[in-house]
């Protein structure tokens, strides 16, 4: 089989032995109504494990629960892409190309602010795949 890049290495997120590509979430993420940018990462642990955060802006005048965001990615992600942690900011930081900066968003890691999905009850679980 071939394996192909759609993202910059660094970007990849590994989490529990499955490697991801943030920009595959960030469009999941993107197609909720209430959402205007996102960016996704990883997130390190003790322990060398990495969990997936994504960072949003809303839509003007609209605001982003983040426990409704997690319960619309559900049924449209693997269970491994679902991210644990959601951070509501009004802009996410831009580089002078006006590219999203993860690297500040990174650094900054897991904040008060930060919506903890596993902390919330809310847990995802593999779905079999089934036939009609």
């Known amino acids: ?3 192909f890049f759609i993202d910059r290495k660094k970007d990849a997120i590994r989490r529990r032995g499955e490697n991801m590509s943030s ?3 960030e469009i999941e993420v993107c197609g909720h109504p209430a959402v205007r940018e996102a ?3 990883g997130v390190d642990l003790p322990g060398g494990e990495q969990e997936v955060m994504v960072t949003v802006a809303p839509v003007p005048g609209a605001t982003i629960d983040p426990r409704e965001l997690i319960e619309y990615l559900i049924p449209r992600m693997t269970h491994f892409m679902v991210p ?3 951070r509501v900011e009004a802009e996410l930081p831009k580089t002078p190309t006006n590219k ?3 690297t500040g ?7 008060a602010e930060t ?3 596993e902390a919330a009850g ?7 795949l089934t036939t009609a």
Do not use: H, M, N, S
């Open 1 to 3: 089989g071939c394996f």
């Open 23 to 25: 920009l595959e979430i």
């Open 39 to 41: 960016a996704a990462y």
């Open 84 to 86: 644990r942690y959601v």
């Open 100 to 102: 999203i900066q993860k």
């Open 105 to 111: 968003l990174r650094a900054e890691g897991i904040t």
């Open 115 to 117: 919506f903890d999905r």
């Open 122 to 128: 809310l847990t995802v679980r593999r779905q079999k």
